[in-house]
């Protein structure tokens, strides 16, 4: 098993720029979640997804982010415009419903200059 | 005021030593707690559940105090493989994980 797939592992953009991230989950895991993670917050959930659809997107920052999920085996994570305090590391994890231990993709380290 | 809230250290401590953390969290309706280890620069991966009887793996042990709301993690014989960030994590029926920002170990030759 390839465990979870992120891209890319690294970003770099200009403030303003669109960013997408990438996520393909476990195969068979059923609950999708995005996470970032910065020194001051520490990991924030933004949004999870059981069977695809959206359940939970309170921790969504503002209107700049949105999260999609055509299919059980992919999402993204769309940044628009970005801007430097969304530099952070941002996190995939997929689970089976119910299940205990979530699986973290390793990462996209973004960085908005 | 944040779910679930430990110390961030970070905890200096020679090998062989014993060291503890403590974490707390806040919403009583919490049914599962985790401790989960994060390498620099890697992703989160999980350690050990913790179960309200407590329970040992090895060198680590877990426990849980929901009277008090509070979830521990002892090491015992410290290694300097086990320098880390630990996470806190406490999960309430179908909602998903919580974590704690982390407590940052360093085990010193």
């Given at each position: 098993d390839a465990g979870v797939i992120q891209s890319p592992r690294h970003e770099v953009t200009e403030m303003g720029q669109e960013v997408t991230l990438r996520c393909k989950p476990i195969s068979g895991h059923n609950s999708?979640?995005?996470?970032?993670?910065?020194?001051?917050?520490?990991?924030e959930l933004l949004i999870y997804f059981n069977n695809n659809v959206p359940i939970d997107d309170s921790g969504m920052p503002e209107d700049r982010f949105s999260a999609k999920m055509p299919n059980a085996s992919f999402s993204t994570l769309k940044i628009q415009p970005s801007e430097p305090r969304d530099s952070a590391v941002y996190f995939c994890a997929s689970t089976t419903s119910g299940g205990v231990e979530a699986f973290f993709g390793q990462g996209t380290r973004l960085t908005v200059v | 005021r944040k779910e679930v809230e430990q110390d961030p250290g970070p905890f200096n401590v020679p090998e062989g030593a014993t060291v503890a953390?403590?974490?707390?969290?806040?919403?009583?309706?919490?049914?599962?707690?985790?401790?989960?280890?994060?390498?620099c620069r890697k992703e989160p991966k999980l350690l050990m559940s913790v179960y309200s009887s407590g329970n040992e793996d090895g060198r680590f042990t877990a426990q849980l105090n929901r009277a008090s709301q509070y979830i521990s993690l002892l090491i015992r014989d410290s290694k300097l493989s086990d320098s880390a960030?630990?996470?806190?994590?406490?999960?309430?029926?179908?909602?998903?994980?919580?974590?704690?920002?982390?407590?940052?170990?360093?085990?010193?030759?």
């Amino acid at each position: 098993d390839a465990g979870v797939i992120q891209s890319p592992r690294h970003e770099v953009t200009e403030m303003g720029q669109e960013v997408t991230l990438r996520c393909k989950p476990i195969s068979g895991h059923n609950s999708l979640f995005w996470y970032r993670q910065t020194m001051m917050r520490g990991l924030e959930l933004l949004i999870y997804f059981n069977n695809n659809v959206p359940i939970d997107d309170s921790g969504m920052p503002e209107d700049r982010f949105s999260a999609k999920m055509p299919n059980a085996s992919f999402s993204t994570l769309k940044i628009q415009p970005s801007e430097p305090r969304d530099s952070a590391v941002y996190f995939c994890a997929s689970t089976t419903s119910g299940g205990v231990e979530a699986f973290f993709g390793q990462g996209t380290r973004l960085t908005v200059v | 005021r944040k779910e679930v809230e430990q110390d961030p250290g970070p905890f200096n401590v020679p090998e062989g030593a014993t060291v503890a953390f403590n974490c707390t969290y806040s919403n009583s309706a919490s049914q599962s707690f985790f401790w989960y280890r994060q390498d620099c620069r890697k992703e989160p991966k999980l350690l050990m559940s913790v179960y309200s009887s407590g329970n040992e793996d090895g060198r680590f042990t877990a426990q849980l105090n929901r009277a008090s709301q509070y979830i521990s993690l002892l090491i015992r014989d410290s290694k300097l493989s086990d320098s880390a960030t630990y996470l806190c994590v406490a999960q309430g029926g179908n909602t998903p994980l919580v974590f704690g920002k982390g407590t940052r170990l360093s085990v010193i030759a």
